[in-house]
T-cell receptor
Framework: GAVVSQHPSRVICKSGTSVKIECRSL??????MFWYRQFPKQSLMLMAT?????????EQGVEKDKFLINHASLTLSTLTVTSAHPEDSSFYIC???????????????????FGPGTRLTVL | GNSVTQMEGPVTLSEEAFLTINCTYT??????LFWYVQYPGEGLQLLLK?????DKGSNKGFEATYRKETTSFHLEKGSVQVSDSAVYFC????????????FGRGTSLIVHP
């Protein structure tokens, strides 16, 4: 169990277009999902925390109008890169923490379940 | 604030060699500690975790012991295989504040036949 999928796995787009990336928890509910960005040979940079039914919480330095996050259901969060530019090219990874029954409270012992990532290339 | 420091890579080993990847941390409260593995072109997978001092996490022949006195969580494996080639990330999640994990920079492991 605890599978997270991302779609698409790879996307190439022209500069100025918008790209939507989906993150789905396939066999569990996730009130909270996370979006990360990873540059080559570097660690993950947390971009934002996506909360079902409310606005996302963005990390310092991440433009919320540039990276639109929508968490419409307990199993789906989307990241839209608006007006993409070459510097937005990166590997985007989402993760989710499994809800415990009706509780939406998480703890430090919870495991993050990661999606396989989306490689975005902006020409 | 929280931070995780991992040894710089790449670590290059021959098959069946002993592996150690060092990880030390700074955290508030009583953190949980994790090792994640990332195979080429894929997302991260949990390898093992430990949630309190002196706990040992283990999986697929890998082990790491939560050492509070040295604030360390070193990853070890007695005999590596070519299929273990990947990037390994040490991470912590602190009980003292947000539970969102903090990741180290990752250590690339290359195992030669």
């Amino acid at each position: 169990g605890a599978v997270v999928s991302q779609h698409p796995s790879r996307v190439i787009c022209k500069s100025g277009t918008s790209v939507k990336i989906e993150c789905r928890s396939l066999d569990f509910q996730a009130t909270t999902m996370f979006w990360y960005r990873q540059f080559p040979k570097q660690s993950l940079m947390l971009m934002a925390t996506s909360n079902e039914g409310s606005k996302a919480t963005y990390e310092q330095g991440v433009e919320k109008d540039k990276f639109l996050i929508n968490h419409a259901s307990l199993t789906l969060s989307t990241l839209t890169v608006t007006s993409a530019h070459p510097e937005d090219s990166s590997f985007y990874i989402c993760s989710a923490t499994r809800d415990r029954g009706d509780s939406k409270i998480h703890s430090s012992t919870d495991t993050q379940y990661f999606g396989p990532g989306t490689r975005l290339t902006v020409l | 604030g929280n931070s995780v420091t991992q040894m710089e890579g790449p670590v290059t080993l021959s098959e069946e060699a002993f592996l150690t990847i060092n990880c030390t941390y700074t955290a508030t409260g009583y953190p949980s500690l994790f090792w994640y593995v990332q195979y080429p072109g894929e997302g991260l997978q949990l390898l093992l975790k430990a949630t309190k001092a002196d706990d040992k996490g283990s999986n697929k022949g890998f082990e790491a012991t939560y050492r509070k006195e040295t604030t360390s969580f070193h990853l070890e494996k007695g005999s590596v295989q070519v299929s273990d080639s990947a990037v390994y990330f040490c991470a912590l999640s602190s009980s003292g504040g947000s539970y969102i994990p903090t990741f180290g920079r990752g250590t690339s492991l290359i195992v030669h036949p």
